[in-house]
């Protein structure tokens, strides 16, 4: 069951690939992704109930200690995260569209899981560092006032952590954006 994630993110390969080892021999997960994910930087991902992600989370965090660069818990995550993450969800043309990005993929997760509890919006979107220099991102879709909602609560969480690049909301976008960006 896919109620928790955790995500740990390392300045190591090596102790990486040993992390994503050692997480899921301590504790019933699903791992999601395991990954490089910019040169010299290594992330994993893990999903299941509570209690076992959060015994691989301390597991891995052990494991990496001082090559851990960030990491992230979330014990009742947002269901639409998981569609995000994988890329399962197909935009439609809504009347906003919102693009956070993040100088760290657990930023990313936990900003995309604050704007889904806080305002009624898709997320269509999580991508997590891979070919963007170690950076995240993640988009949402909805109407106006409510994609205005979420942005406003992911980026007060981001600012608060330092880790906010750059985010745009844009209302009523152009038809053809759907089919090029996504």
Request: hydrophobic share 55%; with cysteine.
């Amino acid at each position: 069951m896919r109620e928790a994630i955790a995500l740990i993110e390392t300045i190591s390969v090596a102790v990486g690939v040993r992390i994503a080892d050692e997480m899921a021999k301590a504790a019933p997960v699903e791992i999601l992704d395991a990954t490089a994910i910019c040169p010299g930087k290594y992330m994993v991902l893990v999903a299941g109930d509570v209690s076992a992600v959060e015994s691989a989370l301390n597991r891995g965090v052990e494991i990496g200690g001082n090559v851990v660069v960030d990491s992230l818990f979330i014990p009742h995550v947002h269901p639409d995260v998981f569609p995000a993450i994988l890329g399962a969800t197909k935009p439609t043309e809504p009347n906003a569209l919102s693009v956070i990005e993040t100088f760290t993929a657990a930023a990313s997760i936990l900003a995309a899981d604050a704007a889904a509890k806080a305002a009624h919006i898709r997320l269509i979107e999580i991508r997590l560092a891979k070919g963007l220099g170690g950076k995240a991102f993640f988009s949402m879709m909805g109407d106006v006032h409510q994609v205005e909602a979420a942005t406003e609560a992911a980026l007060a969480l981001l600012k608060e952590s330092g880790n906010l690049v750059r985010s745009v909301v844009i209302p009523h976008p152009h038809a053809d954006l759907w089919s090029k960006v996504f």
